[in-house]
């Protein structure tokens, strides 16, 4: 196995504008992604920037940068595209695409997701157990129903699996086959990644195998102008 990291980035959120160049304790949120990525001694770490000011801060901050098409649909698709104009003799067998919006991850956890790409997985990821009501019943937390082996069965909004016991929260990782990688983005939206906006969905459709590890704490996205406060809260005691 010899992965890459690889870090989409782009300007245009609709929550947060300007998100990868925000202010966190001293430095852009793109650099602390940069650092982290690192840290985890998983690969070079590649960033896929839809803008120049984006990639100009990763390189500042120690990465390689590929600016990508903005238009492109997804991080998937974006960290594709970045793979292939930055390592087209494909060196690179898997591809870990690590949120660009995840500064509080650690990165112990994005090892764990490298490990978590079994011998039969075609993409690995990461969940986080919750027995609290508010997370089993919030749309915005997606909840992973696993098997007893770690392959992930569905992905959903809904609350699930029912019975009693904790739910698991998807964490935003995905750790790629890059011949997985390439299938995927080449497959078009399946019904049920647009029923319900999530786009693991898809490759579940087409057949392949997502295997997860379980860690114990929750790094959330950072969506929005409050989640951009909490982030500052917690990395600046860090």
């Not at 992604?33 to 500042?60: C, F, H, I, T, Y």
């Not at 098997?147 to 935003?172: K, M, N, Q, S, Y």
Request: proline share 9%.
């Amino acid at each position: 196995m010899n992965p890459v990291v690889v870090i989409p980035a782009r300007m245009a959120s609709t929550r947060l504008p300007g998100k990868p160049l925000a202010e966190i304790a001293g430095k852009p949120m793109i650099a602390w992604m940069v650092d982290l990525a690192r840290a985890a001694q998983a690969g070079p770490v590649l960033v896929a920037a839809a803008e120049s000011e984006v990639a100009e801060a990763a390189r500042k901050a120690g990465a390689e940068a590929v600016i990508t098409d903005p238009a492109l649909p997804s991080g998937s698709d974006r960290v594709h595209a970045a793979l292939a104009a930055f390592d087209p003799n494909h060196v690179f067998d898997v591809a870990v695409n690590l949120q660009g919006d995840m500064p509080t991850m650690r990165a112990d956890d994005v090892a764990r997701a490298l490990v978590a790409l079994k011998p039969a997985a075609d993409i690995a990821t990461l969940v986080s157990p919750s027995s609290d009501d508010a997370d089993r019943n919030n749309p915005n937390v997606v909840k992973a129903v696993r098997a007893a082996d770690g392959r992930c069965l569905a992905f959903t909004r809904a609350p699930a699996p029912w019975g009693e016991g904790p739910i698991e929260r998807h964490v935003g990782i995905y750790v790629y086959r890059r011949e997985a990688l390439a299938r995927f983005v080449a497959a078009p939206p399946s019904p049920l990644e647009l029923r319900e906006k999530l786009e693991q969905l898809r490759a579940l459709e087409m057949g392949m195998s997502i295997y997860a590890d379980a860690i114990a704490d929750f790094p959330k996205g950072v969506d929005s102008p409050a989640d951009l406060e909490s982030a500052r809260t917690i990395l600046a005691k860090r």
